[in-house]
C-alpha cells in the first residue's frame, strides 16, 4: 500500500479520502463499505473519518451536476478512477446553485488548493495535479455559464441517473419533483424514545437541560435539530433512545400487540423494529436475517436496550429454520431498491438498475408467500418495504392478498419522503393482512 502523505486533519487528507469512497461506488460497493475499508487502511482520526464520510454522502448528493460540469470541461474519460472522485468531490463542493458563498463549508479557492495538494500527494494522481488546478479554476471564471450549459440535463439537474427521473415522473405524476428533492436532502437524526424506561415529555425536557434542541415528530418519535454522535445522545448508552426513522417508527403499532403473542421479525437486521416490538409489550420475539454478521448488530442493539429475543440465522423464502410453531404476528420488512432512503443512502440511486426491481420484487414475493404458511389464524402480517416503486409496494401487496386470500387491514400504504416542521421521514410502504380464522 502507498503512503499517501497529508495532515489527518486537513481539507486534502479529506478529499483524498473521499475520492477513494467516489471511486468505490463507480466499481459497485457500497458508500458505507467503502469508507469503512477506508477508514481501516488508513486509520484516519475519528475527526478525519467524519469530514471524509461528511463530503463523500455530499458528493454523492451532487454527483450528476459534478460529472456533468466534468464533461464539459474535459475531451475524455477522467483516469484512474480516484482522479475523477477527487475531482467531482470538489466540484460538488464549489458548485451549489443553491449554496451562497456566505453559507459554503470552505471557500472555493480553499478546496481549489486543496484538491491540488491531495492530488499531488498520491502517485497514481501526481501527474495530473495541473489538470486538477486547471479544471477547477476554470469553473470558478466560467461558473455561470458552465452552469447554465449543463443546466438543462435532468442528470445534472436533479442528480439522479434518468432512468430514475423517468420513472419517479411516471409513478407521481404530482409529486416527482418534490421527491426527487427530498432524497437530495441531508437526512434528521430522529430518535425512538424507549416507553418503557421513559417518555416524551421527559425526555425533551433532558434534552432541553443539555441545550440540545429537538421537537417531537411521532407518538414516539423525536428529531434532533442538529445530528449528534450517538455517543454523545443522553440516554443512548442507557437504551432511553434509539436512532430511527419516524416512518419506521410506525411498524409497531401497526402489528397490534398484545402480551404473550409470539411474534417474528423476519429480515430483521440491524434489529431497529425488534427493538420497538419488545419495548411495547411482553413477547416472544424470534429476530430472524440470513447474514450472520448482521445478526451481530440486532444482539448488540438489544443488549444496549437491556432486551432480549430468539436470534435465528435463515433464509426467510424458506422454512428450514422453522420450528413449526405458527406465529400470532409476523413483521416482514422485505429486501427492496430502498428507493424511500435515498436521502440516507445517497449512493443507492447510483448503484441500482432498472431490472432490480422486478428481479427484488420477485424475492419478496417469495418470501410474502413462505411467510403467510408461519401465520397463525386470524393472525397479522405486516408487510413493510422503503421502496416507491409501486411494483415493489402496492401492486406487490395487491397481488399477494390475491395469491393467499388473505383479508387486507387498514394501514398507511404508500408513505413518500417528507420534511416539514410536523413530519420528517423516509419514504415507506406499510400494508397489513390477516389471516381468516377458518
Not at 475531451?75 to 466540484?91: D, R, S, Y
Not at 458548485?95 to 502517485?123: I, L
Not at 413483521?331 to 432512503?341: E, F, K, N, Q, R
Amino acid at each position: 500500500m502507498t503512503t499517501i502523505h497529508l495532515k489527518p486533519d486537513s481539507l486534502s487528507f479529506s478529499l483524498h479520502g473521499a475520492a477513494q469512497a467516489i471511486a468505490a461506488v463507480g466499481r459497485g460497493v457500497a458508500l458505507p463499505q467503502a469508507l469503512a475499508q477506508i477508514f481501516a487502511k488508513t486509520g484516519a482520526t475519528p475527526q478525519a473519518r467524519g469530514a471524509i464520510q461528511d463530503l463523500s454522502y455530499h458528493c454523492m448528493r451532487h454527483i450528476g451536476r459534478a460529472e456533468a460540469l466534468l464533461d464539459a470541461m474535459t475531451t475524455k474519460q477522467t483516469e484512474p478512477a480516484i482522479l475523477h472522485g477527487l475531482l467531482c468531490c470538489a466540484l460538488a463542493l464549489i458548485s451549489d446553485p443553491n449554496e451562497t458563498e456566505s453559507d459554503a463549508r470552505y471557500s472555493a479557492f480553499t478546496v481549489v488548493d486543496q484538491a491540488v495538494t491531495a492530488a499531488a500527494a498520491d502517485p497514481d494522481m501526481a501527474h495530473a495535479k495541473g489538470m486538477v488546478n486547471a479544471v477547477l479554476r476554470r469553473f470558478l471564471r466560467e461558473r455561470d455559464a458552465l452552469q447554465k450549459s449543463v443546466g438543462g440535463t435532468q442528470k445534472a439537474r436533479w442528480n439522479y441517473p434518468d432512468w430514475w427521473i423517468d420513472r419517479m415522473r411516471s409513478a407521481y405524476p404530482k409529486d416527482w419533483q418534490a421527491i426527487l428533492e427530498a432524497g437530495n436532502a441531508a437526512p434528521p437524526l430522529t430518535l425512538r424514545v424507549n416507553k418503557r424506561k421513559t417518555n416524551i415529555a421527559d425526555y425533551l425536557a433532558t434534552l432541553a437541560q443539555q441545550d440540545i434542541v429537538a421537537t417531537q415528530i411521532g407518538p414516539d418519535a423525536v428529531k434532533l435539530a442538529q445530528p449528534t454522535p450517538v455517543n454523545q445522545i443522553p440516554g443512548f448508552s442507557d437504551g432511553l433512545v434509539s436512532v430511527q426513522d419516524a416512518a419506521a417508527q410506525l411498524a409497531a403499532s401497526l402489528l397490534d400487540l398484545q402480551d404473550g403473542m409470539r411474534v417474528l421479525d423476519a429480515c430483521a437486521a440491524p434489529g431497529g423494529k425488534s427493538g420497538h416490538i419488545l419495548e411495547t409489550a411482553d413477547v416472544e420475539l424470534v429476530a430472524l436475517d440470513n447474514d450472520p454478521r448482521r445478526m451481530t448488530r440486532i444482539e448488540e442493539n438489544l443488549t444496549r436496550l437491556q432486551l432480549s429475543a430468539s436470534l435465528q440465522t435463515g433464509d426467510a423464502s424458506d422454512t428450514s429454520w422453522w420450528d413449526g410453531k405458527p406465529f400470532d404476528r409476523i413483521l416482514a420488512d422485505v429486501p427492496c431498491t430502498a428507493s424511500g432512503i435515498v436521502r440516507r443512502h445517497p449512493d443507492i440511486r447510483w448503484l441500482r438498475r432498472k431490472a432490480d426491481t422486478t428481479q427484488l420484487a420477485t424475492i419478496s414475493a417469495e418470501i410474502l408467500d413462505n411467510l403467510w404458511q408461519m401465520l397463525g389464524a386470524d393472525g397479522k402480517l405486516l408487510f413493510v418495504t422503503c421502496s416507491l416503486w409501486p411494483q415493489e409496494s402496492e401492486a406487490q401487496a395487491a397481488a399477494f392478498a390475491v395469491r393467499n386470500n388473505a383479508i387486507r387491514l387498514p394501514a398507511p400504504g404508500q408513505l413518500l419522503p417528507t420534511a416539514n416542521t410536523e413530519n420528517d421521514h423516509d419514504g415507506l410502504f406499510y400494508a397489513l393482512f390477516q389471516k381468516s380464522a377458518s
